[in-house]
């Protein structure tokens, strides 16, 4: 039976560390997150996203547009909070509507305000290996695997989906860390071949319970990042019930790498902060 990994406890101890250092900041940190159109999946991210902020003391801002709003509305107003010297991370709630251009309003949020570490820029410095910030998602994996002490070197790991927030970037960060590492998408045949041979399983794709049993091996470490909504339920990307009974260490889709991500949010945002405030 697996030993089921809990995202709340690791992400309130990460809180704790964030609450001492905001005590020590002479102005309170800041966030804007930008919402465009209506989403009930980001609606509920949102609502997690001010209520850790809150219990910390991170001062949290949404602004929210309707799928007509002018683009260039937008961009004025994250190019406003770029100069609003009070705030110090910006994020736009993702996914947006299709019929924004998501890579000109991402780009337009300054790369030191940037908590989600979706600039060119960003992106750029962190695949180069420099200073950056780094994908909330993706460092929410690594931050349990470390807390239970999964060492990824000379491990396969292999991620499930290659998306911006979660595949590309953990891909990198795993390498960084000697691992070798597989990324399956879409186009990628007969998935369970690759699946199968993974000693570690990162699943991030938003299909629900497309992981089952027989996909995974003997003894695995699965963490489950995608989420879906099904017949108004969050349901997680691993069939948690049956996938549990052969992984060693395993993620619920409730409780598991959601509540460290908001943690890691938390933590960009101080990082931006002491970026500016810190000579």
Known sequence: MSTIIDGNAISLSIQE???????????RPSIAVIQIGENTFNDKYIAAEEKI????????RLYKFDDNTPELTIINKIKELNNDEYVNGIMIQLPMPPKYNEKRLLNTISN?????????????????GKKSIVSCSALAVMHILEEYDIDVAGKHVVIVGRGKLVGRPLATLMLSHDATVTICHQGTVNLS???????????ATGVAN??????VKEDAVVI???LSIVDDKLCGDVDFNNVSKKASFITPAIGGVGPVTL????????????????K
């Open 17 to 27: 560390k964030i609450k001492a250092e905001i005590k020590n900041c002479m102005i």
């Open 53 to 60: 902020c809150n219990a910390v003391g991170v001062y949290f």
């Open 112 to 128: 030191g305000k940037d908590v989600d570490g979706l600039t060119d820029i960003n992106v750029g410095r962190f695949i180069n």
């Open 193 to 203: 071949d690759y699946t199968s041979k993974a000693d570690i399983l990162v699943s």
């Open 210 to 215: 497309l992981i089952k049993k027989d996909m």
């Open 224 to 226: 489950d990042v995608g």
């Open 263 to 278: 943690a890691c949010l938390l933590e960009n945002i101080i990082l931006c902060y002491n970026a500016k405030n810190t």
